[in-house]
């Protein structure tokens, strides 16, 4: 029999405490690391096995299947939600930093002061970033902005 380990201290040596049916569905199954949450998938092929090992003549209640779908859909919409927030929170920030755009700004980098004119607007990894005297610095390098001289 082989042994599936969860995380880094608990481990399973032994499946024969297990029934037939949880046998079966640990076979092949690794777990790698410890999880704190279910991902979508994890929850569909639970939910697969679950359909697929239930007692013929007790099968599962409607409204026990019908909660367990609502919890599918609800985690669909959960992560399309966070996909559009993440795309729209991108969006801000480099709008934002456009404000800066030919302005004159005043940057803290580890305890110096550097002051110089924005000439550009760049995301990098879906971070904006400055171009400020031919480097890059992230926004919230900021101290100061006064408008250029004529």
């Known amino acids: 029999m082989s042994t599936t380990s ?7 040596q032994d499946l024969s405490q297990f029934s037939p ?10 777990i790698k690391g410890n999880k ?3 991902t979508q998938d994890d929850f569909l092929k639970l939910l697969t096995v679950q359909l697929a090992n239930q007692d013929p003549l007790k099968p599962m209640e409607d409204a026990q299947f019908m ?3 609502a919890q599918f859909a609800s985690l669909e919409q959960t992560k399309e939600l966070n996909a559009t927030v993440a795309g729209l929170s991108s969006t801000l920030g480099f709008s934002s930093a456009q404000q800066f755009l030919g302005k004159n700004v005043t940057l803290n980098v580890d305890g110096a002061e550097i002051t110089g004119t924005v000439s550009g607007v760049a995301m990098v990894k879906g971070v ?3 171009m400020v005297n031919d480097k890059m610095y992230t926004t919230d390098k900021v101290t100061a902005v006064t408008l250029p001289t004529q």
């Open 36 to 38: 704190s949450s279910l």
């Open 6 to 12: 969860v995380g880094n201290t608990n481990s399973i």
């Open 67 to 69: 909660g367990q779908m």
């Open 128 to 130: 904006p970033q400055l």
């Open 21 to 30: 049916t949880v046998q079966q569905a640990l076979q092949g199954v690794t």
